[in-house]
């Protein structure tokens, strides 16, 4: 089997020890979640800390605080999130990206900050050692070339967070502490169009809670393209937030299509064409095929790579329509695989 | 869903003696259940051995290359390594067939696969082993790389290997049963299709691993999760040059093989060299991409259909053509070749059949032996040809097969003598039970059902290298506290092979499963078993396993009889007792009993053994495809499809299976529902597929995606509802009438999936996986009035051999071939690599007689 390679380990208990020992270890340290991600990564090699830093024990990690806006902990599991009917209302789209991250177990273990941080994911990266060494490496790790764009001089392996798309879709900020400091951003801001450098976050920083303002009103949605009913990465996702008007015409909106790049997409224009408009068969038709435009996935994930870009529009109109408050429940099915039942995130909006 | 029931009709009297049996055909716990259930079964990679050393190989990055030379000394001089293999060390050729003996432990100088093993480290811990693999410098020359048949066939050199037909082809056939040519003339139609089946792989939930020993005396012990622990055993003695007698082979219980650890692997012989010369015990456990390397799946095939039929859909003739991407080595190839073309013939009625197959070397690892080996590609094709010839000559789909089915006790054209055959009972059991005259091309657009048939060998009826020896044997002890222990040779991979052959001793003796003690899988303590391949261990472990156990009531019998003065048919073994059957309360307990026959006739042991009748087909090659008797399969497939997207869902599956008798049924549903399974994922995502990088760069060809993550196979999910009938009609051949189960259930899925989506959506998926992005672009076609389909269109140029004309048993044929000047002839490379191997030395699949 595959064994970790050797790493020391540290287990602080507050997050000003934590941020002090990641400015001490300097990018040679990385923090330690849920480690679902991280831990099979250093299997194959594609990270090789010195240190592991475990926040396991940051009990202020785990806090979450809901007045009208939303505070919510790091280190909250993703079975937190799916599972906690308090947030069902105002944050139904993260609710919903959460229950479809890969397995029950894992979500038992993932984290909300793991996943808003997961490593990007390619075809070519996203094996062991010796079969990179096959292909003498890749631009993202110990190689020279981006395999799937060969005269790229960036990274395109592929943002695959579930939970990103759907918090950007809500709007959501991000506070990242070090031991210098501590700023709040938006989490779009977060990430940048590089599959190497994805993220904004210093290696010495720590990414410790998710905000959410006041989304009284507002309806929101997570759509994800996977070849099966569990396990599986997005390969395509939608996330759509609206406030809409009691007469039906749509006052506020985001729409966010992830994983067809290296970082989730606002589709700016798409949403803005929704704006003093209802919701109906044309507009839906129309700012879905304005927002599949800005999708261009690459050969690098499961499935052809021109049908998950041809089913991009199919997919905002399920959300739009979602939105709007049409029964998916059949097309929510087909997707997930899942029955449908009182007690699942996709029953409520 | 109605009950299935025991049968109105037999043979033999089996049905008076079914109103009667306990043990047999009653669902009941198997007996490995508890250790499986509380995680005690101990499967290879849980044992751990005081001293015990770990290894690694270190594998070709490279598709196709010679090896110039191999430096390790850094390697051997990292802390914590013991010992470096490479090829020299253990270069003896082995191979599972004995006429294909191509195969190296590690590669000497040459490698023909990214993932080819050309060293070996033995450290103390995993990771220092990991760690020196990095250590060691290989000089490759590199090789043109061949990725696929038809660039084998355009490319004679380099060869991949220097024996086989010519160039890159390793096998050739060509079978005549019948002149088909004359058959297509007389047909009022003439269907043409081309099909492609892709290769796919095991996926077993335990990777191979191996833990070796040299005994105290010196002897060899390997512990492995293999499938066939016999073949393992001659390809050890024959690799090490150690007597047979000195080499203990025990296959663990495995975690799931589906044909995936029925070859001799490259890592068993590895350690097992390395405990011997270290003296010390050494462990392997592959990872995951690792098994994707052993490989020994699904052949990707090319097929070409073509079939003669009369207005009322009576077959004429057919000709099958398959072209089979053999992957680096030969393992089963040979047999998988013959296979492609081999049960045509057993489900419907083929009067007249020319089969062609070609298996060719590539740059990838092996194909082999999968669930259903070699002939689900062809069933893939037939069955889909036959939904597109039904509708043409407008019958129903399944009224055309109930017209063309095969009956029972026939010989067919291709001289496969096939004992009970319920394939219409199955038909008429899905038809039923699906409601399928409602459904057939009246589902709403999007919504379809489509049907189809298989058929399968209970056992191949030739052993793997020439003997006359039985197939199966088993030891039975009787002690005088009443345990009775089964020694064989049978290995459990799950499929619940101990269970069959408990319950069968259980019944004929009167005991419960769970009071019997097993010995399976292990060389020095049970008689010959070749192994769980082929379907068929309870047909040949089960018979011998009745016969061993009836030679043991006997000798009760005759103890008991002379005491109590009964006479012995009137005695009756059940409830753990031997009583009078006229007088149950005159009878004593089954230990009283041994106890008795101890003392009367000395220490209780017996033997049964299993050999399968002859075949009739005589000729060469028909070594492949005989068998005792025949399963036969039906299976109803409902599909939904967003003509929008493509996306596929399946929410209903209706299976019927001609099981014989089920000694297990709770056993003979779990593995109908786990062939469902498979075949889904064949059906809809499998696909072991390479990538060939840009050649101004490195032009490597590698596996795809060597993972459980990407490689997608269904999760629990993503299964339907299944609704299994079993058709029970006792098999005169099996054990209390049992025929197999455990591949035959596969095959009619991914054809009815393939005819559902057509029915829902009209357009021809032809090739599997059915995607969602091939029914789009299918639809795409439909809708520009192009041909409403998506497959291959063409097969490649093949230079066929002049055909072995046998006629068929109509046709005054003998089972031998007309123009086969000489049966045992063979061509020079042949005699050459024969005489190579000296060990093995006749093949049953080149001289089956």
């Not at chain 1, 938006?186 to 905000?211: C, K, M, N, S, W």
């Not at chain 1, 049409?326 to 695989?337: F, G, K, P």
């Not at chain 2, 000559?393 to 054209?413: G, M, W």
């Not at chain 2, 999007?446 to 039985?470: D, E, F, Q």
């Amino acid at each position: 089997m595959m064994r970790l390679p050797l790493f020391q380990f540290r287990a602080p208990r507050t997050i000003e020890e934590a941020t002090r020992i990641l400015a001490g270890e300097g990018p040679s340290a990385m923090p330690l979640a849920g480690g679902t991600d991280l831990l099979p990564n250093m299997k194959r090699r594609q990270q090789v800390p010195k240190t592991l830093l475990s926040l396991r024990h940051i009990e202020e990690l785990t806090r979450v605080r809901m007045n009208a806006a939303s505070r919510l902990g790091a280190c909250l599991t993703l079975a937190d999130i799916a599972c906690d009917r308090r947030f069902r209302n105002g944050l139904t789209a993260l609710t919903q990206a959460a229950a479809q991250v890969a397995t029950p177990h894992i979500r038992n273990m993932a984290t909300l900050g793991g996943n808003l941080c997961l490593d990007t994911r390619c075809n070519y990266y996203d094996q062991n050692y010796e079969w990179r060494k096959s292909i003498n490496f890749c631009l993202k790790k110990d190689g020279d070339t981006c395999w799937v764009a060969p005269g790229s001089p960036k990274c395109m392996a592929v943002s695959s967070t579930d939970t990103a798309p759907a918090l950007m879709a809500l709007g959501a900020r991000v506070r990242l502490v070090s031991a210098a400091g501590e700023r709040e951003i938006p989490l779009a801001d977060l990430y940048q169009p590089d599959g190497f450098h994805y993220l904004t976050r210093r290696p010495d920083e720590l990414l410790t809670e998710v905000l959410v303002g006041n989304r009284y009103g507002w309806r929101s949605t997570y759509w994800k393209l996977r070849r099966r009913g569990s396990f599986d990465f997005p390969v395509l996702s939608v996330a759509a937030a609206a406030s809409i008007s009691v007469s039906g015409i749509v006052e506020e909106a985001r729409i966010v299509i992830g994983s067809t790049a290296s970082r989730p997409l606002l589709a700016a224009d798409a949403a803005k064409f929704l704006i003093g408009r209802a919701l109906d068969q044309d507009t839906i038709a129309a700012c879905a095929a304005l927002a599949a435009k800005i999708a261009k996935p690459l050969d690098n994930t499961d499935f052809d790579m021109s049908w998950r870009k041809k089913v991009t529009a199919e997919f905002v109109a399920y959300a739009l329509r979602e939105l709007r408050g049409d029964n998916v429940t059949a097309e929510r099915a087909s997707l997930t695989r899942l029955t449908p039942s009182s007690d699942s995130p996709f029953s409520i909006l | 869903m109605p009950e299935e029931k025991n049968p109105p009709s037999s043979s033999k009297g089996q049905t008076s003696e079914a109103d009667d049996l306990r043990v047999i055909g009653k669902s009941r716990r198997r007996v490995d259940a508890r250790a499986k259930v509380t995680g005690q079964t101990r499967y290879a990679d849980d044992i751990v051995l005081p001293r015990m050393l770990h290894c690694k190989l270190l594998r070709s990055p490279h598709p196709h290359a010679r090896i110039r030379k191999i430096d390790f000394s850094r390697a051997l001089a990292h802390p914590g390594v013991h010992l470096v293999l490479t090829g020299k060390d253990v270069p003896i050729a082995y191979g599972i067939l004995p006429v294909s003996q191509d195969e190296q432990a590690l590669c000497v100088d040459h490698v023909r696969h990214v993932g080819d093993p050309v060293a070996a480290v033995i450290a103390r811990e995993e990771l220092t082993a990991f760690e020196a693999l990095d250590l060691i410098d290989v000089d490759y020359e590199i090789l043109t790389t061949i990725s696929n048949p038809e660039q084998a066939l355009a490319t004679p050199s380099p060869r991949i290997h220097d024996y086989g037909e010519e160039g890159n082809i390793h096998k050739r056939v060509s079978l005549a049963f019948g002149d088909v040519e004359q058959s297509f003339t007389e047909a009022d139609h003439v269907f043409e299709d081309t099909f492609f089946y892709q290769g796919n792989t095991h996926l077993p939930i335990e990777q191979h691993a191996s833990v070796a020993i040299k005994d105290p005396d010196g002897k060899l012990t390997i512990w492995s999760s293999t499938q066939t622990p016999h073949y393992l055993h001659r390809a050890l003695a024959k690799v090490l040059r150690m007597p047979p007698a000195h080499i203990r082979v025990i296959a663990t219980p495995n975690g799931g093989g589906f044909g995936g650890k029925s070859d001799p692997f490259n890592h068993e012989i590895v350690v097992a060299k390395a405990a011997l010369l270290l003296d010390r015990p050494v462990k392997i456990c592959l990872t995951r991409e690792e098994v994707f390397y052993c490989h020994r799946g699904r052949h990707p095939v090319l097929m070409k259909f073509k079939t003669g039929v009369k207005k009322d859909g009576t077959i004429t003739a057919m000709n099958l053509q398959t072209l089979i991407d053999g992957g680096a080595y030969g393992s089963y190839g040979v047999a998988s070749t013959f296979y492609t073309g081999a049960l045509q013939t057993v489900t419907y009625h083929v009067p007249r059949y020319h089969f062609q197959g070609c298996r060719t070397f590539t740059n990838k690892p092996p194909c082999g032996p999968k669930r259903g080996h070699g002939t689900v590609q062809p069933r893939f094709g037939q069955e889909v040809q036959l939904d597109k010839i039904a509708e043409k000559l407008s019958i129903d789909p399944a009224d055309l097969r109930l017209k063309i089915a095969e009956s029972s006790n026939t010989v067919t054209a291709n001289f496969f003598r096939l004992s009970t055959v319920n394939l219409s009972e199955c038909i008429r059991r899905v038809v039923k039970s699906s409601e399928w005259g409602n459904k057939f091309r009246k589902l709403p657009e999007g919504r379809g059902v489509g049907l189809a048939c298989s058929a399968y060998l209970t056992g191949a009826g030739l052993p793997i290298y020439w003997n006359k020896m039985p197939h199966s044997g088993v030891q039975l002890k009787l002690d005088r506290g009443g345990g009775v222990t089964i020694f064989c040779g049978a290995t459990e991979i799950g499929q619940g092979s101990d269970d069959v052959l408990a319950g069968i001793v259980a019944e004929v003796l009167g005991l419960d499963t769970l009071d019997i003690r097993l010995f399976t899988g292990d060389t020095d303590l049970g008689p010959v078993d070749l192994g769980s391949y082929s379907s068929r261990v309870t047909i040949m472990a089960g018979n011998a396993a009745l016969q061993a156990a009836e030679r043991a009531r006997t000798i009760l019998a005759d103890a008991v009889s002379e005491r109590l003065g009964v006479p012995k048919e009137r005695l009756k073994f059940a409830n753990k007792r031997v009583f009078d059957s006229a007088a149950p309360e005159t009878g004593m307990t089954f230990p009283e009993a041994v106890v008795l026959a101890e003392s009367r006739f000395g220490t209780i042991g017996t033997v049964g053994c299993y050999t399968p009748p002859k075949s009739p087909a005589l000729y060469k090659g028909g070594g492949v495809g005989p068998s005792p008797t025949y399963s036969y399969s039906a299976a109803v497939v409902e599909v939904e499809v967003n003509p929008a997207t493509g996306w596929i869902t399946i929410p209903r599956i209706w299976i019927a299976h001609d099981i014989g008798r089920a000694l297990n049924p709770a056993l003979v549903r779990g593995q109908i529902e786990g062939s469902v399974y498979m075949g889904l994922g064949e059906a809809l995502m499998e696909e072991q597929e390479f990538r060939r990088l840009p050649k101004r760069l490195s032009h490597a060809l590698v596996h795809k995606f060597p993972s459980m993550l990407e490689y997608k196979s269904p999760t629990s999910l993503d299964m339907p509802q299944v609704f299994t009938e079993l058709v029970e009609e006792p098999d005169p051949r099996g054990p209390f009438g049992a025929k197999e189960v455990g591949q035959g259930p596969l095959l009619p899925i991914m054809p009815a999936v393939a005819n559902a989506v057509y029915d829902a959506v009209g357009v021809r998926i032809d090739e599997v996986p059915i995607t969602p992005e091939k029914i789009l672009k299918a639809l795409a076609e439909k809708r520009a009035g192009r041909a409403p389909r998506y497959g291959p269109d063409r097969f490649p140029a093949v230079h066929w051999p002049e055909p072995l004309r046998v006629p068929p048993p109509w046709e005054g044929g003998d089972g031998n071939a007309i123009n086969d000047v000489s049966p045992r002839q063979k061509s020079p490379s042949e005699r050459e690599r024969e005489a190579a191997t000296r060990l093995h030395t006749r093949s049953e699949v080149l001289s089956s007689s």
